[in-house]
C-alpha cells in the first residue's frame, strides 16, 4: 500500500518537526540565561524595563504573557501534533513489527487512531483555552 | 597460522527424513596453504562424510551458491581461506533467516520470489526494442556509476542472513531485494519506478530498515545495499511531494552508420533473449 510511504514520510517530517520545536522549549525554559531573545519570555524584558526583579520562564506573569500569544498557541498545537504523530506510529511500528497477528495488528493500528486523535482534541482545547483565558486576564 | 597442519570443521547437520532437530558434528582434515572452506568441506565429503551437503558452483566468489554462516558471519565459503579465519577451529552453519533444506542448503526461494515481485530488470514501453534490438540505450559513464556497485550483486543472501529485521519481521523485503529496486530505478535507461514503488510501498518497503548496516558488512562482493536503501527512502521521500527527479528512459542511439570493422574482429552474434 503507498499509505505506508505517506505515513513513514510524515513520521520522518514529524521528527524534524520535534528537533525544531524541542529547540525553542530548549531556548525558552532552559536556556534563557545563555541566548537572550526577548520575545519568548515577553514578561521578562518588561519587568526589567520596569526596575523590578529578573523573572523565572516558569514565573506566572511569563507563563501568562506566552499563553497570550498565537505564536505559542501556534507551536503547542503543532508539537502536540506531531509528537503524538511520531510517536504513536512509531509505537505502533514497534508492534507491527513483532509480526503479531492480523486482528491484534489492525486492533493496535485502530487504537493509536483513536487515541491519537482524543489527545490531540483534548490538547488543542487546551491551548486554545490558556489562550483564551490569558487573553482575558 | 603458518604451523597449522590440522582444522577442525563442526558443522550443522539436518537432514529432515532423519534428524528430529538439527545437531553438530565435528570433522578433523589435513590442512594446506590456500585451502578454502569449500575444498575443505568438498575433503570431508570425500573422505568423512560422503552424506553431507551443501550448495556451490563456481568455487571462484561469482554464483553465490555457497552462502553460509563461517564462524558466526555469512560468507562464501569458497572465498574464505582457512588461513583468514584466524583459527583452526571452524563453525559451519547454514545462512540463519532462511529455512534448511538439509545440512547447509538454505531455501532461498522465498527471497528470490520477493527480488522477482519487485521488477528486477530494465522497465520500458518500447517492448519491440528491447525484443529485436536495432541500437543501444544511451549512457554515460556517469550514469553508470550511480548503480554500478549494486549490479555487483550475485544474489547470494549473507546480506539477508545477517540482516536483523529480516529476522524477526517476515513481512520486510530485505537488502538484496531492495538494493535492486535501487539498482533498477537508478538506471538512466530504465522507466520502471512507479511499478516498483507500487510493489514495495506497503509492509515490504524500505522504511522497516533499521540502518543497522550488517548487511554491507557481509556483503562478499563489496556491495553496500543499506547504503542503496537510503538513497531507496530518499527517493520515496521526494516522491510523496513530487519532488522526486523524474527521469525519462534514455534514448536509442542508432549503430553508427560510417564505422568500419578492423580486420580480424567478428561480426557480433544474433541477440538470443
Known amino acids: 500500500m503507498i499509505r505506508d510511504q505517506k505515513l513513514w514520510t510524515w513520521h520522518i517530517l514529524a521528527g524534524a518537526v520535534i528537533l525544531v520545536l524541542l529547540g525553542l522549549h530548549m531556548l525558552t525554559m ?35 504573557a506566552r499563553s497570550a500569544k498565537v505564536f505559542y498557541l501556534v507551536t503547542y498545537i503543532l508539537l502536540l501534533g506531531a509528537a503524538l504523530f511520531h510517536g504513536l506510529y512509531g509505537a505502533t511500528n514497534v508492534v507491527h513489527e513483532a509480526n503479531p497477528p492480523r486482528w491484534l495488528h489492525k486492533t493496535v493500528s485502530a487504537l493509536a487512531v483513536v487515541v491519537g486523535l482524543g489527545l490531540f482534541a483534548f490538547g488543542t482545547w487546551a491551548a486554545i483555552a490558556a489562550f483564551l483565558l490569558a487573553k482575558a486576564l | 597460522m603458518s604451523e597449522m597442519s590440522k582444522v577442525t570443521y563442526r558443522i550443522r547437520r539436518y537432514d529432515p527424513n532423519r534428524d528430529t532437530a538439527p545437531h553438530y558434528e565435528t570433522y578433523t582434515i589435513d590442512y594446506t596453504p590456500g585451502l578454502t572452506v569449500l575444498e575443505g568441506l568438498w575433503l570431508i565429503k570425500e573422505t568423512l562424510a560422503p552424506d553431507l551437503v551443501w550448495r556451490a558452483s563456481c568455487r571462484m566468489g561469482v554464483c553465490g551458491s555457497c552462502g553460509m554462516l563461517i564462524n558466526g558471519m555469512a560468507r562464501l ?32 526461494m522465498p527471497m528470490l520470489s520477493t527480488h522477482q515481485d519487485l521488477h528486477p530488470y530494465v522497465v520500458r514501453d518500447d517492448v519491440a526494442e528491447q525484443e529485436e534490438p536495432t541500437g543501444e540505450y544511451y549512457q554515460s559513464i556517469h550514469d553508470l556509476e550511480q548503480y554500478l556497485q549494486f549490479s555487483y550483486c550475485i544474489k547470494c543472501g549473507c546480506c539477508m542472513a545477517a540482516c536483523p529485521t529480516v529476522a524477526t519481521d517476515p513481512t520486510y523485503a530485505g537488502p538484496m ?3 535492486q529496486v535501487q539498482r533498477y530505478n537508478t538506471d538512466t535507461r530504465d522507466g520502471g519506478f512507479e511499478v516498483r514503488k507500487e510493489a514495495i510501498a ?8 533499521h540502518y543497522a548496516g550488517e548487511c554491507s558488512r557481509v556483503c562478499p562482493k563489496g556491495v553496500d545495499p543499506a547504503k542503496a536503501i537510503q538513497l531507496l527512502k530518499r527517493q520515496m521521500v521526494l516522491d510523496v511531494f513530487g519532488l522526486r527527479a523524474k527521469k525519462c528512459p534514455s534514448k536509442l542511439v542508432g549503430k553508427p552508420k560510417d564505422a568500419k570493422r578492423r580486420n580480424g574482429i567478428p561480426e557480433a552474434p544474433k541477440p538470443t533473449v
Open chain 1, 30 to 64: 532552559h536556556m534563557e540565561g545563555v541566548v537572550k531573545l526577548e520575545g519568548l519570555n515577553p514578561a521578562s524584558a518588561a519587568n526589567e524595563a520596569q526596575g523590578g526583579g529578573k523573572l523565572q520562564p516558569i514565573d506566572w506573569a511569563n507563563v501568562k
Open chain 2, 77 to 108: 565459503a569458497c572465498n574464505t581461506q582457512i588461513s583468514d579465519l584466524g583459527t583452526d577451529q571452524l563453525v559451519l552453519a547454514p545462512l540463519p533467516n532462511f529455512n534448511i533444506i538439509r545440512d547447509l542448503v538454505p531455501d532461498l
Open chain 2, 177 to 179: 531485494p531492495l538494493g
Open chain 2, 202 to 209: 506497503g509492509e515490504r518497503g524500505p522504511w522497516r530498515c
